[in-house]
């Protein structure tokens, strides 16, 4: 209980019964159970209230987490659509239409740039040479 042994007891309430004496004995245990009861009471109303505050503090503190921890993942999604955003602005390219394609490549055939390099040098062809 104490650290007190049934010998180091039964001593102790020897003493008390020639101290306090038979007749005050019996009211004076009742009156010790009765304080330890309430004492015991008091102690685990005390351990209960704080370990409601302790858990109600840790409950605000994670809470505060999870807050701070969803700011900075919404902050880094932002970050992420908008360079994204850039990106996609960077590499958007001018819709052209099939008839300007179409004739981008016909003027690009037709045009000096084209001709291997004989022909350039040479104006007259094979074909201009016989007639």
């Known amino acids: 209980m104490f650290g007190i ?3 180091e007891l ?25 304080g330890m009861a309430e004492f015991k009471r008091m102690s685990s109303s005390v351990t209960e209230t704080l370990d409601k505050e302790i858990k109600d503090a840790e409950k605000g503190l994670k809470e505060q987490e999870l807050k701070e921890r969803l700011a900075k ?3 880094a999604r932002e970050k992420a659509e908008a360079v994204l955003a850039e990106k996609e602005n960077a590499t958007e390219k001018p819709e052209v239409s099939p008839e ?18 004989k022909e350039k040098s040479n104006p007259e062809t094979p074909c201009a040479k016989e007639g």
């Open 5 to 7: 042994g049934s010998t």
């Open 10 to 34: 039964l001593i102790i309430v020897v003493v008390a019964l020639i101290v306090i004496g038979p007749q005050k004995l019996p009211q004076m245990m009742r009156s010790l159970g009765k």
């Open 73 to 75: 993942e919404k902050a």
């Open 100 to 117: 300007e394609t179409l004739s981008q490549s016909m003027e690009a055939q037709s045009t000096p740039a084209a001709m291997p390099e």
